[in-house]
């Protein structure tokens, strides 16, 4: 019994010792791992550009603002669809929707070490849109990869639970909407 309390005792003052170490580690600061670049601006335009013109219409200026490989993630982990797929899906969409709002507030953010070492902007707010008479509202958020002026990657999270209690049935919204 003596023995397994002297190793109790000195396991305590082991995990004492490197604690103070443990801790004195620093956190990386946003500075460190975040900086502003010099298309910040640009890069900021393309993304708003390209909600505008999907609130429109204009699916012309949607794909002049998404790169050859443009790809979109989410809602949900198994969600993804490229250029064309996601046209397509706004097509349907405008079949069904009216009076598409958004209103939204930008972050800009350029990742630096690692492996996202990119330009994103952030995108929060909320899309609203009429369906049969039904109005809509969705808090969305979205994180768009901007490479040369043209959005390549997309990653968007929204609820598909507020779909269903505001509509009833998602059946009618693709799966690429807002």
Not at 143 to 165: A, H, M, P, R
Request: glycine share 4%; aromatic share 8%.
């Amino acid at each position: 019994m003596k023995s397994i309390l002297q190793i109790g005792v000195f396991a305590v003052l082991v995990i004492a010792a490197f604690t103070p170490a443990l801790q004195a580690q620093t956190q990386p600061q946003q500075k460190d791992l975040v900086a502003e670049s010099p298309s910040t601006d640009a890069d900021i335009k393309v993304v708003i550009d390209y909600f505008n013109a999907l609130l429109v219409g204009n699916l012309a200026t949607v794909k002049s603002l998404m790169a050859e490989n443009y790809m979109s993630y989410g809602p949900n982990t198994a969600d993804s669809s490229n250029a064309k797929e996601e046209l397509l899906a706004w097509a349907e969409n405008y079949k069904i929707q009216t009076n598409r709002k958004i209103e939204f507030i930008s972050l800009y953010f350029k990742e630096e070490p690692g492996d996202f070492l990119a330009n994103w902007v952030n995108l929060s707010g909320i899309y609203s849109c009429d369906i049969d008479g039904v109005n809509i509202a969705i808090p969305l958020q979205i994180t768009s990869l901007v490479e040369n002026g043209k959005i390549t990657k997309q990653l968007i999270n929204f609820d598909n639970l507020e779909l269903v209690q505001d509509s009833g049935s998602m059946a009618k919204m693709s799966k690429n909407s807002p």
